[in-house]
T-cell receptor
Framework: GQQVMQIPQYQHVQEGEDFTTYCNSS?????IQWYKQRPGGHPVFLIQ?????EVKKQKRLTFQFGEAKKNSSLHITATQTTDVGTYFC?????????FGTGTSLTVIP | NAGVMQNPRHLVRRRGQEARLRCSPM?????VYWYRQLPEEGLKFMVY????????ESGMPKERFSAEFPKEGPSILRIQQVVRGDSAAYFC???????????FGPGTRLTVL
């Protein structure tokens, strides 16, 4: 069954507002990856987190990996219309990838 | 360096027919993954292959579905006797090694009439 849950499923924000999506696993992960899928497109890799408590930034995007390596978050500061899409986390444990259900972000101009 | 190629991009089949989806990984990648995505839903892992070997097929239905990744040529996802519920986008991804970055192909959108 599904081991990686993501919330919220949908998020509508006004352009300029911040956005956060959360990823929670029922088991400890060895690492976690984040992907973005634009409407009608395919997932594109954003980043990988490996260490407990790790924080990485990419311009307006901040990625965190929890201390227990069971949860992760993606925060976007001051959203832009180009941020529209679905954000997926993918937890890796043992020999398996578990993609989260995704958070669909809509940015209202 | 060409990315992951998938063909066909769109495939229409009638119920009971067979669907063959092809995936050519990035050059040098020997790890291939297949995912299914239903409209408005997330990615569901189906199978993970590493050149000629199926490593994990826990996400693939036991009947009608099969996958292979021969020594030469693309990886093939085969769906026999398709039903309407098989209509979805099927994405293939490849990586250099397990747990490395996955590079996704553009997907094959299967429609079963």
């Amino acid at each position: 069954g599904q081991q990686v849950m993501q919330i919220p499923q949908y998020q509508h924000v006004q352009e300029g507002e911040d956005f956060t999506t959360y990823c929670n696993s029922s088991t400890t992960l060895s690492n976690i990856q984040w992907y973005k899928q634009r409407p009608g497109g395919h997932p594109v890799f954003l980043i990988q987190l490996v260490k407990s408590g790790e924080v990485k930034k990419q311009k307006r995007l901040t990625f965190q990996f929890g201390e227990a390596k069971k949860n992760s978050s993606l925060h976007i500061t001051a959203t832009q219309t180009t941020d529209v899409g679905t954000y997926f986390c993918a937890g890796i444990t043992g020999n398996q990838f578990y993609f989260g259900t995704g958070t669909s972000l809509t940015v209202i101009p | 360096n060409a990315g992951v190629m998938q063909n066909p991009r769109h495939l229409v089949r009638r119920r009971g027919q067979e669907a063959r989806l092809r995936c050519s990984p990035m050059k040098g990648h020997s790890h291939v993954y297949w995912y299914r995505q239903l409209p408005e839903e997330g990615l569901k892992f189906m199978v993970y292959l590493q050149k000629e070997n199926i490593i994990d097929e826990s996400g693939m239905p036991k009947e009608r579905f099969s996958a292979e990744f021969p020594k030469e040529g693309p990886s093939i996802l085969r769906i026999q006797q398709v039903v309407r519920g098989d209509s979805a986008a099927y994405f293939c991804a490849s990586s250099l090694s397990f747990a490395d970055t996955q590079y996704f192909g553009p997907g094959t959108r299967l429609t079963v009439l």
